[in-house]
């Protein structure tokens, strides 16, 4: 069975730019969590879909977005990225909201 | 916050069992004990988790205090490879608020030659 696949593997964008970063769950899996890890901060959750619906959401403002498709592929978006965004954007799936999760390797973002 | 306490860092000669503890002195009865691991660069990967009982599986032990209040993961002969942070998590599975995993700082494992 394929692993969680992220794409990009890395990216690096300026300041004010947007980015759109892409996670394809473990077949099977409906649920999609999106995390970022950063030295200072550690791993913080940003949101959770599952069957297309944002399900938790954690504590980050609104220029960080995602959604989910019907076939459980999931994006995040960040608009008017600013320095503090560069981190490792890390998505994890699970068949189940709530059950184990299996991370991919993550896309590792940096703005200049 | 995180919900669990553990050692910045430990130390583990190569072949030796670690042992990785953690108090979660504020754990729920319905809560689970998680163990995950970060390999530098890479996305955290699931070991182990229990509710009371001790539990064992192909990669590790985890040993769970009668109160609940702390646990112990052990890698019974640690290698050069399980040099890695290791996160202990306390979580209720299967939960629709719980599908964000309150991750800690972790313990920095170095296994050495």
């Known amino acids: 069975k394929a692993g969680v696949t992220q794409t990009p593997r890395y990216l690096i964008k300026t300041r004010g730019q947007q980015v759109t970063l892409s996670c394809s769950p473990i077949s099977g899996h409906r649920s999609v969590s999106w995390y970022q890890q950063t030295p200072g901060q550690g791993l913080q959750f940003l949101f959770e879909y599952f069957s297309e619906t944002q399900r938790n959401k954690g504590n980050f403002p609104g220029r960080f977005s995602g959604r989910q498709f019907s076939n459980s592929r999931s994006e995040m978006n960040v608009s008017t990225l600013e320095l503090g965004d560069s981190a490792l954007y890390l998505c994890a799936s699970s068949e189940r909201q709530g059950d184990g999760y299996t991370f991919g390797s993550g896309t590792r973002l940096t703005v200049v | 916050d995180a919900k669990t306490t553990q050692p910045t860092s430990m130390d583990c000669a190569e072949g030796r069992a670690a042992n990785l503890p953690c108090n979660h002195s504020?754990?729920?009865?319905?809560?689970?004990v998680y163990w995950y691991r970060q390999i530098h660069s890479q996305g955290p990967q699931y070991i182990i988790h229990?509710?009371?009982n001790n539990e064992t599986n192909e990669m590790a032990s985890l040993i769970i205090t009668e109160d609940r209040k702390s646990s112990t993961l052990i890698l019974p002969h640690a290698t050069l490879r399980d040099t890695a942070v290791y996160y202990c998590i306390v979580r209720v599975p299967l939960s629709s608020n719980t599908g964000k995993l309150i991750f800690g700082q972790g313990t920095t494992l170095q296994v050495k030659p």
């Open positions: 229990g509710l009371k």
């Open positions: 504020t754990i729920s009865g319905n809560e689970y």
